[in-house]
C-alpha cells in the first residue's frame, strides 16, 4: 500500500476516533473496534471521482459512524454485563448515531441520507434472521453474517457508482468477521457464530459454547475452518476479478497472517 494512502486512512481513523470518543462512556464500555480494511474499501470506491479530500473524508467517516454504531448495538445482547454496561452500550450507539447524521449535514447530501438509510434497514433486517437461526443451516447462518457486514458498504458503492469493488468488499468483510468471531471464541469471550454453530450441530445439548467438552468444541472449530477456507478462496476469486493491485496485496497480507495463526492454532492444540 502507498504511504500516501496510508496516511489517507491513518488521518480518517484518527477524526473517527475525535469523533467518538467519550470520557464517560468510555470508563464503562470498551473502546469502539475502527476497521482500518473497511476504510480502504470505501477510500477505494471513491477513487478518481471528482470530490475533495475533505468530502472523501466526510462520506467514509460517515459510513463508518453508522457501521459502529450498529455494531455498538449488536453487543447490547451480550447478557453476560451488568445492566448499567448493557444501558451505556445502547446509548453510545445512539450517540454514534447522531454523529452519523451530524457529519451528513457537513456534506449537504440529502440523496446520500436515503441510501444510508436503506442499508441501516437491511442490517437490522439480518440481525434478525441471525437471532433466529434456529431453524438455519450453517451456510444460510453465514451468508446472512455476510450481508449484516456489507450491507452498508454495499449501499455506499452503488451510490457512488464502484459496482466493481462490492464482490470483493463482501467476501473481505465476511473473511475478517469470520476470524473475530473464532477469535472471541478462542479468547473465552462470546461468538454469535459459535453460538449459532452449537446449537446446529449440538441441539439436543443445551449447554453454551463455554461448558462443551474438548472434543465438542473442536468440531464446532473444525466448522469454523471450513468456512474460512471457502471464504478466502471466494476472495482470492474476487481479487483476481477485481483488478486492485492495492487491495490485492491487502489481501495477500491477510491470507499470511490467516495461515501463521492457523500454524500457531494447530501446535498450541
Given at each position: 500500500m502507498s504511504y500516501q494512502r496510508e496516511q489517507q486512512i491513518a488521518a480518517i481513523k484518527q477524526a473517527i476516533e475525535e469523533e467518538v470518543a467519550h470520557d464517560y462512556l468510555n470508563q464503562?464500555?470498551?473502546?469502539?473496534?475502527?476497521?482500518?480494511?473497511?476504510?480502504?474499501?470505501?477510500?477505494?470506491?471513491?477513487?478518481?471521482?471528482?470530490?475533495?479530500?475533505?468530502?472523501?473524508?466526510?462520506f467514509v467517516a460517515t459510513a463508518m459512524l453508522i457501521q459502529i454504531a450498529l455494531d455498538t448495538h449488536e453487543k447490547v445482547t451480550n447478557a453476560k454485563e451488568n445492566q448499567k454496561s448493557r444501558q451505556l452500550t445502547v446509548l453510545a450507539g445512539d450517540y454514534f448515531s447522531s454523529l452519523y447524521y451530524k457529519l451528513l449535514a457537513g456534506v449537504h447530501n440529502v440523496r446520500l441520507v436515503g441510501i444510508l438509510a436503506e442499508g441501516i434497514k437491511s442490517v437490522n433486517?439480518?440481525?434478525?434472521?441471525?437471532?433466529?437461526?434456529?431453524?438455519?443451516?450453517?451456510?444460510?447462518?453465514?451468508?446472512?453474517?455476510?450481508k449484516t457486514e456489507s450491507a452498508i458498504i454495499t449501499k455506499f458503492m452503488q451510490f457512488f457508482g464502484s459496482q466493481p469493488l462490492i464482490r470483493l468488499s463482501e467476501e473481505l468483510l465476511l473473511f475478517n468477521r469470520l476470524l473475530r468471531e473464532k477469535e472471541q471464541a478462542e479468547n473465552g469471550k462470546r461468538s454469535i457464530l459459535f453460538e449459532a454453530l452449537n446449537k446446529m450441530a449440538y441441539p439436543g445439548d443445551g449447554r453454551p459454547f463455554e461448558q462443551l467438552p474438548h472434543e465438542k468444541k473442536r468440531k464446532l472449530f473444525y466448522i469454523c475452518e471450513k468456512y474460512l477456507k471457502e471464504s478466502i478462496r471466494a476472495l482470492q476469486a474476487a481479487a483476481m476479478s477485481c483488478g486492485n493491485e492495492m487491495l490485492s496485496e491487502r489481501i495477500r497480507l491477510l491470507m499470511g497472517r490467516y495461515g501463521d495463526a492457523t500454524r500457531l492454532y494447530a501446535e498450541e492444540g
Amino acid at each position: 500500500m502507498s504511504y500516501q494512502r496510508e496516511q489517507q486512512i491513518a488521518a480518517i481513523k484518527q477524526a473517527i476516533e475525535e469523533e467518538v470518543a467519550h470520557d464517560y462512556l468510555n470508563q464503562f464500555i470498551d473502546a469502539p473496534y475502527i476497521d482500518e480494511d473497511r476504510i480502504l474499501l470505501l477510500i477505494s470506491s471513491l477513487a478518481g471521482q471528482p470530490y475533495t479530500e475533505h468530502e472523501v473524508k466526510q462520506f467514509v467517516a460517515t459510513a463508518m459512524l453508522i457501521q459502529i454504531a450498529l455494531d455498538t448495538h449488536e453487543k447490547v445482547t451480550n447478557a453476560k454485563e451488568n445492566q448499567k454496561s448493557r444501558q451505556l452500550t445502547v446509548l453510545a450507539g445512539d450517540y454514534f448515531s447522531s454523529l452519523y447524521y451530524k457529519l451528513l449535514a457537513g456534506v449537504h447530501n440529502v440523496r446520500l441520507v436515503g441510501i444510508l438509510a436503506e442499508g441501516i434497514k437491511s442490517v437490522n433486517e439480518y440481525k434478525v434472521m441471525l437471532y433466529q437461526f434456529d431453524n438455519s443451516d450453517a451456510e444460510t447462518f453465514v451468508g446472512h453474517l455476510k450481508k449484516t457486514e456489507s450491507a452498508i458498504i454495499t449501499k455506499f458503492m452503488q451510490f457512488f457508482g464502484s459496482q466493481p469493488l462490492i464482490r470483493l468488499s463482501e467476501e473481505l468483510l465476511l473473511f475478517n468477521r469470520l476470524l473475530r468471531e473464532k477469535e472471541q471464541a478462542e479468547n473465552g469471550k462470546r461468538s454469535i457464530l459459535f453460538e449459532a454453530l452449537n446449537k446446529m450441530a449440538y441441539p439436543g445439548d443445551g449447554r453454551p459454547f463455554e461448558q462443551l467438552p474438548h472434543e465438542k468444541k473442536r468440531k464446532l472449530f473444525y466448522i469454523c475452518e471450513k468456512y474460512l477456507k471457502e471464504s478466502i478462496r471466494a476472495l482470492q476469486a474476487a481479487a483476481m476479478s477485481c483488478g486492485n493491485e492495492m487491495l490485492s496485496e491487502r489481501i495477500r497480507l491477510l491470507m499470511g497472517r490467516y495461515g501463521d495463526a492457523t500454524r500457531l492454532y494447530a501446535e498450541e492444540g
